[in-house]
């Protein structure tokens, strides 16, 4: 089941023409679906891994990808989805310049990950652009995930919700 196929739409006159089009603006909120923690699971994506193959790995077809980007309340999956190592290089190179780049100084961190000054003069730890990065990457890596067997259930509480 796609996504949007359960979007209602409306009549719009475009030129001379009428044409039915999809309201892609109607959310629903998460916290509507989020109440019964239990029903959800934290899991770590694979390295490599889209949206829809976890989608198919826990709901047996990668047409569920949506219930995880609700639930997990990612909009821009380009950017809110871990990336592989080759995809984060590749990123990583044009956000800081080259591939030389990379390996500058992003900041400094205490012995227990406070971000310090340069200047600071205890034990501080240089954590490089490349380095930065793989951390934000592998925050991202947590994904709430519902359980398979509540899976109809939030289908068909969503598609209530979206067509009113």
Request: aromatic residues 14%; negative net charge; glycine residues 4%.
């Amino acid at each position: 089941m796609s996504y949007f196929s359960n979007f209602p739409s409306d009549i719009l006159k475009i030129g001379n023409e009428y044409k039915y089009v999809t309201d892609i603006f109607r959310r629903v909120y998460t916290n509507t679906f989020s109440t019964h923690y239990s029903e959800l699971e934290t899991v770590t994506i694979p390295e490599g891994y889209t949206i829809e193959q976890v989608s198919d790995l826990y709901y047996g077809s990668p047409t569920y990808h949506w219930v995880i980007m609700i639930l997990n309340n990612i909009v821009d999956i380009r950017e809110e989805w871990p990336k592989s190592g080759a995809d984060l290089i590749e990123y990583s190179k044009l956000k800081y310049g080259g591939l030389e780049e990379l390996y500058d100084v992003h900041h400094y961190e205490s012995d227990d990950g406070i971000t310090v000054q340069s200047s600071y003069a205890e034990n501080k730890i240089a954590i490089t652009n490349i380095e930065y990065e793989e951390i934000l990457n592998d925050a991202k890596r947590e994904v709430q995930i519902l359980e398979p067997k509540y899976l109809n259930s939030f289908v068909t509480k969503f598609q209530t919700l979206i067509s009113r």
